[in-house]
């Protein structure tokens, strides 16, 4: 019998997802995975990325399994159609849906749910209603005048969608414009197999990027997409940490998940490895899974875990190497070094943020990069842009502290916010002028102080040494080292972890400098 980790992951946390659902056929939001918006009522608007649901129920409903007891249940699917249903009503005049505002017109939020809901008519089998129809197609045009040029894997989203359009409406336009921009994507893809995410790779976001990228090829045999999974594969086959967790602080988007139906739709050497390491992350708790994401991305992610285990196949292999290598990636500044006693993973152009985990010992650091705090001001090193020198032995990173802000939201912007979108931002240019701009306050702000950092690291054979100082920051403040923390508004990243618990304290130091040797 096929292994069922995934599948049970997935069983688990059903409830957690009915919840979120409007189960009441009265009811005029009947259908609405938002709980915040039809019970607790505390926003107002339904965020249409939870309606990808809708496909989570439709997969569940369909697979007969011993220990599935939402197998063809008429209630599980009569909630599948009121949730693409729901999703049909909440779409804008531009065909655009919004995620985390009114009058968003989310280029993202179209595109994941649009793949979702068409999916899901295609697992159930069914026709659209003359509405979702005529919301399908709009969606489609939404997207196919649109190009994102600035976070790949929202395109590649849009490709999948586009492509499962064409299909469900029967109309090859759409299929057309999906090849095409398949063969740009392709394009934009880094020789070391990563995307840009905000200036550099990230290793969730570029596995979310390689399974829409999969869903098209499994339906297309296209092979512009399986050029671009195995590239994107060979690169990420030398994050996975010998304790079993992947991604983090050297990343751009400090993301620690992995989709796990992203290494199922092509398959070689480095695919199969990095199945096999999601598999035995999930199955341990390692990662995260159903059990332990956030009910937002249990809502967009969970039928990837169905789709995981449709596809999964008989492949298990260690995923680690056998012998120690020093890796390196100068194109995004990443350095990755697996020696007998310990493993690192360096990003010389992040603030010489780092992942150490000390093969003997157990020991585990997350180090973001130095930080300063004084008083309510806080200043960081780990953002993309340090100056950098290597050789065999020794990395030193020099850059300017950035002040961190951590901003909140509060009563007045928010209701400056509402205002302008209930009115200017109805026009869908003035709302994505606002969308960037928000993007590059909180994402990737360039601001810089007039303090300065530097980070020597020395690889030794059976230790590393860390050594920390900063300059220009003002009397009493405290130098933060061994930090994990991030200074990027990014959803899916800051989830908790096991091995959280497991990870050295942050230090806390009334002084200029700091030298650490971790073994």
């Not at 020093?326 to 603030?351: A, T, W």
Request: glycine residues 6%; contains cysteine.
């Amino acid at each position: 019998m096929k292994d069922d980790t995934y599948l049970l992951s997935l069983i688990d946390a059903m409830p957690r997802i009915i919840n979120q659902i409007d189960r009441n056929p009265a009811s005029p939001t009947f259908g609405c995975c938002d709980r915040d918006f039809w019970h607790y009522k505390i926003v107002d608007f339904a965020c249409a990325r939870k309606q990808e649901a809708a496909l989570t129920l439709a997969l569940v409903a369909s697979i007969k399994h011993p220990k599935n007891p939402y197998y063809d249940n008429v209630m599980i699917r009569g909630l599948a159609d009121a949730a693409i249903r729901f999703w049909s009503s909440i779409q804008a005049n531009d065909g655009s849906f919004s995620e985390w505002y009114p009058n968003e017109h989310s280029f993202v939020a179209t595109a994941f749910s649009l793949y979702a809901i068409t999916e899901a008519l295609i697992v159930s089998r069914r026709s659209p209603s003359p509405k979702v129809r005529y919301a399908i197609l709009d969606a489609a045009h939404f997207l196919a005048n649109i190009v994102e040029r600035r976070v790949q894997n929202q395109e590649s989203g849009a490709i999948a969608a586009l492509h499962n359009a064409s299909v469900v409406l029967q109309e090859p336009i759409f299929a057309a414009i999906a090849k095409d921009r398949m063969a740009s994507l392709v394009r934009q893809q880094h020789p070391e197999g990563w995307f840009k995410e905000y200036g550099g790779p990230d290793i969730g976001y570029l596995s979310l990027t390689m399974d829409y990228v999969g869903k098209y090829h499994d339906k297309t045999g296209d092979k512009n997409a399986e050029a671009l999974i195995r590239r994107a594969a060979s690169f990420m086959r030398w994050f996975m940490h010998p304790d079993g967790s992947i991604g983090g602080v050297y990343t751009s988007r400090n993301t620690e998940y992995l989709i796990p139906s992203a290494f199922e739709h092509v398959r070689d050497e480095n695919t199969v490895r990095l199945s096999s390491f999601c598999h035995n992350g999930v199955r341990s708790g390692i990662l995260p899974s159903c059990r332990t994401l956030t009910d937002r991305y249990l809502m967009y992610n969970g039928y990837t875990y169905a789709q995981a285990f449709l596809a999964q196949r008989s492949a298990s292999v260690k995923p680690s190497f056998a012998d120690p290598f020093d890796k390196r990636f100068p194109g995004c500044g990443l350095r990755v070094v697996d020696k007998k006693s310990y493993f690192i993973v360096i990003n010389e152009k992040k603030g010489g943020a780092f992942f150490f985990n000390g093969k003997r010992t157990g020991t585990v650091v997350q180090d973001s990069g130095v930080a300063v705090s004084i008083g309510r001001t806080a200043f960081h090193a780990g953002y993309l842009g340090s100056a950098s020198s290597s050789d065999d032995g020794s990395i030193t990173v020099t850059g300017s502290l950035q002040p961190i802000k951590g901003q909140t939201l509060s009563p007045i912007k928010n209701a400056a916010l509402r205002i302008f979108q209930s009115t200017f931002g109805i026009s869908g240019l003035l709302s994505k002028t606002v969308k960037e701009r928000l993007r590059d306050r909180v994402i990737t702000p360039t601001n810089r102080s007039h303090s300065k950092f530097s980070r020597s690291i020395i690889l030794g054979d059976d230790s590393v040494t860390v050594s920390d100082a900063v300059e220009g920051v003002p009397d009493g403040s405290t130098l933060i080292v061994g930090a994990k923390q991030s200074t990027q508004y990014v959803p899916s990243a800051r989830l908790f972890v096991p091995n959280d618990a497991l990870a050295q304290p942050p230090l806390f130091l009334k002084r200029s400098d700091f030298r650490r040797v971790l073994r």
